[in-house]
């Protein structure tokens, strides 16, 4: 990735653009990515698999906890019920959101979708006689950044996709008497993605090459970029 950015810029691998500067901007390219692809779901969900995680999650006291890898919430989370209204809990072992899917219709597993409400909608809807949540309608509440709420609560497990947390990108390298550097693999910490986000990196980091180095024309072909893509 680093040699396509500096390619484009007609740079060479010196101290020009540093590693550690182009590490800072591709996992600053990284986190951007993955907000965005989390925030459109399900577009995009071919390039983001690498991060791509279900899990299902026991409800305990009327809550589940998120598991520390967890980034972002795709979709709303879901219960799964067998027609007679209890809780598919027979394992299920997917690798792909497709097989899941299908393991849960052979199942005879029906989903409902938790509605992610504010704590005034909550309040008011737990208290509600007419409106309380229901196993066809149940509601979820985030308390903190990985603790939900679930209501009703008789719910023993709540399925959620997420994003997990990236990697930290690191490029390692060695220093050369030219002042050039070439690349260190035992120092490195490899890119966790796949080349179906090749052209969102390179773009992400070119934009932030140019604005880096202030070259007149690296900012023009930045703006050429972002007309044609994400950035």
């Excluded at 690798?95 to 909608?121: H, I, N, P, Q």
């Excluded at 939900?148 to 390298?173: D, L």
């Excluded at 030219?178 to 080349?195: A, L, N, Q, R």
Aim: contains cysteine; charged residues 20%; aromatic residues 14%.
């Amino acid at each position: 990735m680093l040699k396509s950015v500096v390619s484009v810029a007609n740079i060479e691998q010196s101290s020009v653009y540093p590693p550690g500067i182009f590490d800072s901007h591709y996992n600053i390219v990284t986190s951007f990515i993955l907000d965005y692809l989390a925030k459109n779901y399900p577009v995009g969900t071919d390039i983001g698999l690498p991060f791509f995680k279900y899990q299902r999650i026991p409800v305990t006291n009327g809550y589940i906890q998120l598991p520390e890898e967890y980034r972002n919430m795709l979709g709303a989370p879901s219960i799964n019920l067998k027609p007679d209204g209890t809780d598919c809990s027979d394992p299920i072992i997917i690798d792909t959101a497709r097989e899941f899917e299908l393991a849960k219709l052979k199942g005879g597993c029906k989903t409902y979708f938790l509605e992610m409400v504010s704590k005034s909608e909550w309040d008011a809807r737990t208290s509600s006689s007419y409106a309380f949540p229901t196993s066809d309608k149940p509601i979820g509440l985030f308390i903190g950044d990985r603790r939900i709420k679930v209501c009703p609560y008789n719910i023993s497990n709540v399925e959620v996709a997420f994003f997990r947390r990236e990697k930290i990108y690191r490029y390692g390298y060695i220093m050369q008497p030219d002042d050039t550097y070439i690349y260190d693999v035992t120092t490195s910490v490899e890119s966790e993605w796949t080349d179906s986000a090749a052209s969102l990196l390179t773009r992400g980091c070119f934009a932030l090459y140019s604005a880096y180095s202030k070259d007149p024309s690296a900012r023009e072909f930045s703006q050429v970029l972002n007309q044609a893509g994400l950035f």
